[in-house]
């Protein structure tokens, strides 16, 4: 599924792939997550998209072939492809070993094509290695659990936690935090109480919407939800030296708000991409913990509809795309 122009429907496409350099892979996509991220490439509110473009960076795949300097993966292995897939290595952040903030990064399905199709290209340096289980549950781990994980760590050691905007990225950020024992206060869009319920049985202690005050005093507070003004709100929800964190890539504009919401030295802050230290972190502790993800399955020609229930907020949990090759492929007979 092809975006030829921001702002336009995606199209459905045939396009070569060339065989794999030196260091990358082809691969046999399984499943796709769809991520907020694909609706703001899509409607244009990133720069520098570049077009034709295939998103998609929650792809779940398996290795067909490998270009000549690729080691440790072989055909039929399984792996995942995440949103930073490529890092210069030299400048002044990748020798510090913050790659995530790379000055010359690729990302997957921005930057480079992604995993909106049925084969793609990847650099296997970046590539993450998958366990067997359903693709459709793997893919929301490869970056709304990606994300949800580096937001948490940012967030520091909080008993009470506030999650704003109950997705792909909360549901699964929820597991984790009740399972560490944190307390988790979710807050949805207003009136959204399937959200809400849903929250609850996944062992939210208060559910409410986000213009609601929670009933205690949030140790930090996670914003998911693409909404600037929700820094103010999240800021009146925070104790004094508690924390709110960004998690998206894209945001509309904060509104001005008084500086007493900031002063107790609160603080604001955003992560920015991952590592793949990140990612091997993150798939261990998924598979520890055995995190569930909920999944709506599309089907690959139905990108477009998925983008739009997540649009509406209608989706519980995280939607994904399956490839009608995907049975082939994880039986390791496809070819290229």
């Known amino acids: 599924m092809r975006l030829t122009a921001p702002g336009?429907?995606?199209?459905?496409?045939?396009?070569?792939?060339?065989?794999?350099r030196e260091h990358e892979v082809l691969l046999g996509v399984e499943a796709c997550g769809v991520c907020r991220?694909?609706?703001?490439v899509r409607d244009g509110e990133l720069p520098g998209i570049r077009c034709p473009l295939t998103p998609g960076h929650e792809v779940v795949a398996r290795v067909l072939d490998a270009g000549r300097a690729v080691e440790g993966l072989r055909p039929g292995d399984r792996v995942g492809v995440p949103w930073l897939g490529h890092t210069c290595g030299e400048c002044a952040y990748c020798?510090?070993?913050?790659?995530?903030?790379?000055?010359?990064?690729?990302?997957?399905?921005?930057?480079?094509?992604?995993?909106?199709?049925?084969?793609?290209?990847?650099?296997?340096?970046?590539?993450?290695?998958l366990p067997e289980g359903p693709a459709a549950e793997l893919a929301p781990l490869l970056c709304a659990g990606l994300i949800g994980y580096r937001a948490y760590?940012?967030?520091?050691?909080?008993?009470?936690?506030?999650?704003?905007?109950?997705?792909?990225?909360?549901?699964?950020?929820?597991?984790?935090?009740?399972?560490?024992?944190?307390?988790?206060?979710?807050?949805?869009?207003?009136g959204d109480l399937a959200a809400q319920r849903f929250a609850r049985e996944l062992g939210a202690m208060w559910a409410a919407g986000s213009d609601e005050t929670p009933p205690e005093p949030l140790d930090?507070?996670?914003?998911?939800?693409?909404?600037?003004?929700?820094?103010?709100?999240?800021?009146?929800?925070?104790?004094?030296?508690?924390?709110?964190?960004?998690?998206?890539?894209?945001?509309?504009?904060?509104?001005?708000?008084?500086?007493?919401?900031?002063?107790?030295?609160?603080?604001?802050?955003?992560?920015?991409?991952?590592?793949?230290r990140d990612g091997h972190e993150f798939l261990a502790l998924a598979a520890r913990l055995k995190l569930r993800a909920r999944v709506e399955r599309f089907a690959l020609a139905d990108a477009e509809r998925a983008l739009e229930r997540l649009r509406s907020g209608a989706l519980a949990g995280a939607a994904v795309l399956e490839m009608p090759a995907a049975a082939s492929v994880a039986g390791g007979a496809a070819r290229p």
């Open 95 to 129: 020798r510090r070993g913050e790659e995530n903030l790379c000055v010359a990064a690729g990302f997957t399905g921005y930057t480079l094509d992604g995993g909106y199709a049925e084969r793609m290209l990847a650099d296997a340096r970046y590539c993450l290695p």
């Open 220 to 276: 930090a507070a996670i914003l998911f939800a693409p909404v600037g003004a929700l820094i103010p709100t999240a800021l009146a929800a925070v104790r004094p030296g508690g924390r709110v964190v960004c998690a998206g890539i894209h945001m509309s504009d904060v509104p001005a708000f008084p500086y007493r919401l900031l002063w107790g030295e609160r603080h604001v802050a955003s992560v920015a991409n991952l590592t793949r």
């Open 8 to 20: 336009t429907p995606l199209e459905l496409a045939d396009v070569a792939l060339a065989a794999p």
């Open 37 to 40: 991220t694909d609706l703001h």
């Open 153 to 190: 760590r940012a967030a520091g050691d909080a008993a009470n936690l506030g999650l704003y905007g109950f997705g792909a990225a909360a549901h699964l950020l929820a597991q984790v935090a009740r399972h560490e024992g944190r307390r988790v206060f979710a807050f949805t869009r207003p």
